[in-house]
């Protein structure tokens, strides 16, 4: 079992920056065997994949929505995963999630919800206009 907890989320300007901070525990954790994701949801949409980053960390992919202004990252001795956000805009409005995906392929990168094994709960993330 892994347990995840987001947080950074915040009230911001469009334009500002925000880090979001994923912190994973477990018994043992063993966080090398996850790739870790963000994804986000706004009301009454479904939750769409933002960034992704392999458990050695050698491959990262984004949405062309966020392609350029966000950075995924990761401190495995931490045992933390990192969502840097610049430039935002309100279309970035939504609830942030990180995801845990246990795999066998370092260079592995999930995209879609259904691959993810472990959920945290969630940061609110507002950029007002």
């Known amino acids: 079992q892994v347990q995840l907890v987001e947080s950074g989320g915040g009230l911001v300007q469009a334009g500002d920056s925000l880090r979001l901070s994923c912190a994973a525990s477990g018994r043992p954790l063993r966080i090398n065997q996850y790739a870790m994701g963000w994804f986000r949801q706004a009301p009454g949409k479904e939750r769409e994949f933002v960034g992704v980053?392999?458990?050695?960390?050698?491959?990262?992919y984004y949405a062309d929505s966020v392609k350029g202004r966000f950075t995924v990252s990761r401190d495995n001795a931490k045992n933390t995963v990192y969502l840097q956000m610049n430039t935002l805009k309100p279309e970035d409005t939504a609830v942030y999630y990180c995801?845990?995906?246990?795999?066998?392929?370092?260079?592995?990168?999930?995209?879609?919800?259904?691959?993810?094994?472990?959920w945290g709960q969630g940061t609110q993330v507002t950029v007002s206009s």
């Open positions: 995801a845990a995906d246990r795999i066998f392929d370092t260079n592995y990168v999930p995209r879609n919800t259904f691959e993810y094994d472990f």
């Open positions: 980053i392999s458990s050695n960390g050698g491959r990262i």
